[in-house]
């Protein structure tokens, strides 16, 4: 059974800082991708910013610059530093790895519980 387990959320005013971090246990066998998404009430839940295996980075535009996703596949862990936060960053916000359980496996994502960031103005 795979478990991602987010922590680090948290009440900010705007402008402040929080990192949030997310640690992944099982029976895993490889990690392809690693990564953060937020979810609103009543929206989709969007991509905030992921990383692979490999280096490639991706960001939503209206993080770009404020925002910074780091992994790392051996210690199965991504954190997510979030500076100069803004109220319309207010989300819950959840992790998100693309595991392969066996060796040949097919790649699946899983995703944390969710934590919640509130900015307040």
């Known amino acids: 059974q795979v478990q991602l387990l987010e922590s680090g959320g948290g009440l900010v005013q705007a402008g402040e800082s929080l990192t949030l971090s997310c640690r992944a246990s099982?029976?895993?066998?490889?990690?392809?991708?690693l990564g953060w998404y937020r979810q609103v009430p009543g929206k989709q839940r969007e991509l905030v910013a992921t990383?692979?295996?490999?280096?490639?980075?991706e960001y939503a535009d209206s993080v770009k610059g404020r925002f910074t996703v780091s992994g790392d596949t051996t210690s199965r862990s991504v954190y997510l530093q979030m500076i100069n936060l803004k109220p319309e960053d207010t989300a819950i916000y959840y992790c998100?790895?693309?595991?392969?359980?066996?060796?040949?496996?097919?790649?699946?994502?899983?995703w944390g519980q969710g934590t919640q960031v509130t900015v307040a103005s």
């Open positions: 990383t692979s295996s490999g280096g490639t980075l």
């Open positions: 998100m790895m693309r595991i392969r359980l066996s060796v040949m496996g097919e790649l699946n994502n899983y």
């Open positions: 099982g029976n895993i066998k490889g990690i392809s991708h």
